[in-house]
């Protein structure tokens, strides 16, 4: 039972172009949703994050917008560049009066950003 | 700052054997967690701790121990290993129940045969 999914297992994006990475989960009482970036032989690091009571947030090159009706949130990375060729996990949590440390992961997209 | 180390990063385990995955952390963090990554999955939480003397189950406990008497320290016991336990191990640490604030160690990697 996959409540967070990642469709794409990989992306390839042009450098300067936008990347798109798509997620959907299936759990309606997720209010908390994040993204991580993980290279090869590291611990996943923290990206964005958004609340469920949002529909946008934006942070530099780095924008995910979250569609509660259709249960799906994308991370939008504007200009892409090669340093960004990683793989990208989703998350999601309850926000349990603050806390949002249960994290449910998506299986992860691998981009890979072309020079 | 080393942040948060893990050891051993490779290791071969025979069916039955036991082994301990360390892991500690120098950021005087409250809050230690336990995830495995399988091939093509996603990270999922084994144990997770909110400070020394008190941990919590997650979502994929069974067939691990966790201990916490240091606010350092959060070992992840394997009594009895099973192939179904090869995966990668991470450890991670933040100073609050926020997600955004956990920091991931680099991961040891398991193979049980």
């Known amino acids: 039972d996959q409540q967070v999914k990642q469709n794409s297992p990989s992306l390839s994006v042009q450098e300067g172009r936008i990347s798109i990475l798509n997620c959907d989960y299936t759990?309606?009482?997720?209010?908390?949703f994040l993204w991580y970036k993980k290279y090869p032989a590291e611990g996943p690091t923290f990206l964005i994050s958004i609340s469920s009571i949002k529909d946008k947030n934006e942070d530099g090159r780095f924008t995910v917008f979250l569609n509660k009706s259709a249960k799906h949130l994308s991370l939008h990375i504007v200009p892409s560049q090669p340093g960004d060729s990683a793989v990208y996990f989703c998350?999601?949590?309850?926000?349990?009066?603050?806390?949002?440390?249960?994290?449910?992961f998506g299986t992860g997209t691998l981009l890979a950003v072309q020079p | 700052n080393a942040g948060v180390t893990q050891t051993p990063k490779f290791r071969i385990l025979k069916i039955g054997q036991s082994m301990t995955l360390q892991c500690t952390q120098d950021m005087n963090h409250n809050y230690m967690y336990w995830y495995r990554q399988d091939p093509g999955m996603g990270l999922k939480l084994i144990y997770y701790?909110?400070?020394?003397?008190?941990?919590d189950k997650g979502e994929v406990p069974n067939g691990y121990n966790v201990s916490r008497s240091t606010t350092e320290d959060f070992p992840l016991r394997l009594e009895l290993a099973a192939p179904s336990q090869t995966s990668v191990y991470f450890c991670?640490?933040?100073?609050?129940?926020?997600?955004?604030?956990?920091?991931f160690g680099p991961g040891t990697r398991l193979l049980v045969l």
């Open positions: 701790s909110v400070g020394a003397g008190i941990t």
């Open positions: 998350a999601a949590s309850r926000n349990y009066g603050g806390a949002t440390n249960k994290l449910i």
């Open positions: 991670a640490s933040s100073y609050s129940s926020r997600a955004e604030t956990q920091y």
């Open positions: 759990n309606s009482m997720f209010d908390y």
